[in-house]
C-alpha cells in the first residue's frame, strides 16, 4: 500500500482529492485487463482541514442536521462528501484518514459489514497501540457499525463509497479539537446509534485532548501506527496516479465541490 500524509490548501480540495483518487483509480482499473490492474496501489492518506468547517454525508439534509445559522454567523463552511453518513465537525486538531481499497484484491469487502470490519479493526489497532505507547490508560473499541470509542466515549466518525472496483473508506480521530465546536454547529443527528442512548453531543463524543496533550510528538505516533496497520510502506510519489490525481482534483472541484448548489443539497 501507498502511504500519503497530505492536507489540501483549501477545504473542499482535501474532499475533491478523495473522489479524484477513487474515480482515478475506477477509471483506469476499467481501461486495464484484469490481469493488468493496478491491484496492489492502494492508499492510505492521512490529512487535517486547516481550519473548521462542517461536512455532511452525500443525502444529509442540512436543516435536520447543523445549526447553518450559527455556522454562516462565524464563517464556517459547510461542505457535502460523496459518502454517506451523518455530519461532523472537522479542522485542526482532528486526524483525518482515507484508505483506497482494491475489490480485486479484497472481493470480501463488497459486503458492506466486511468492509467496515476491514479498516475499523485496522485503524482500532493503531489508535489503542499508540495510546499503550505512552502508557495512556483506557480501551478502545468499535462501537455500532463504524464508531471507535475510548472509554465509552465516541472519538471517531467513518464512512465510506463503493465502486465497481475500488472503495473509499475514510473517517476522523478527535485528538486535541475543541470540543465546543461540536455542541455549536451540530443538531443532534436523526439517526443515532443504539449505543449512544440518547446522549447529548457533551455527553457522547470526547477527545484525547486531555490524555495526548502532555505528548507533543503523540500525533505523529498515531500516524506511523496507521501506516504500519495497513503495511502503507510505499511512497506516494511511487503511485501510477500520483500525478494525475492533482489535475482530477482540480476536475472535481469544477464539477462538484467548488458548486454551492452541491454543499447546500439540491441536486446538481
Not at 42 to 63: I, N, Q
Not at 173 to 182: F, G, Y
Request: glycine share 6%; charged share 25%; proline share 5%.
Amino acid at each position: 500500500m501507498h502511504f500519503h500524509e497530505h492536507t489540501c490548501e483549501g477545504l473542499a480540495e482535501n474532499l475533491a482529492w478523495d473522489e479524484a483518487l477513487l474515480e482515478g483509480s475506477e477509471e483506469w482499473q476499467g481501461s486495464e485487463s484484469s490481469e493488468g490492474a493496478i491491484v496492489g496501489d492502494e492508499v492510505l492518506r492521512v490529512w487535517e482541514m486547516p481550519r473548521p468547517c462542517v461536512v455532511v454525508g452525500r443525502a444529509s439534509r442540512l436543516d435536520s442536521e447543523v445549526f447553518v445559522d450559527q455556522c454562516d454567523q462565524d464563517n464556517v463552511p459547510v461542505f457535502r462528501r460523496m459518502s454517506g453518513g451523518s455530519s461532523i465537525v472537522a479542522g485542526p486538531g482532528c486526524v483525518m484518514y482515507s484508505v483506497l481499497l482494491s475489490l480485486q484484491k479484497r472481493p470480501e469487502c463488497r459486503h458492506l459489514d466486511v468492509a467496515h470490519r476491514t479498516v475499523m479493526d485496522r485503524t482500532r489497532s493503531a489508535v489503542q497501540r499508540a495510546l499503550d505507547r505512552f502508557a495512556i490508560e483506557g480501551e478502545v473499541a468499535i462501537e455500532g457499525i463504524c464508531d471507535l470509542t475510548w472509554n465509552g466515549f465516541k472519538i471517531s466518525g467513518n464512512a465510506l463509497r463503493v465502486k465497481r472496483h475500488w472503495l473509499m473508506y475514510h473517517g476522523t480521530i478527535l485528538l486535541t479539537m475543541p470540543l465546543e465546536w461540536i455542541e455549536r454547529y451540530l443538531r443532534i443527528p436523526p439517526r443515532q446509534p443504539e449505543y449512544r442512548a440518547g446522549r447529548a453531543h457533551d455527553r457522547f463524543v470526547t477527545s484525547l485532548r486531555a490524555a495526548v496533550e502532555p505528548f507533543p510528538n503523540f500525533q505523529s505516533e498515531l500516524v506511523q501506527e496507521m501506516s504500519h496497520a495497513w503495511d502503507a510502506t510505499l511512497p506516494w510519489s511511487s503511485h501510477p496516479l500520483a500525478e494525475r490525481v492533482p489535475s482530477l482534483a482540480n476536475e472535481w472541484m469544477e464539477k462538484r465541490y467548488g458548486d454551492q448548489v452541491w454543499h447546500s443539497g439540491r441536486d446538481k
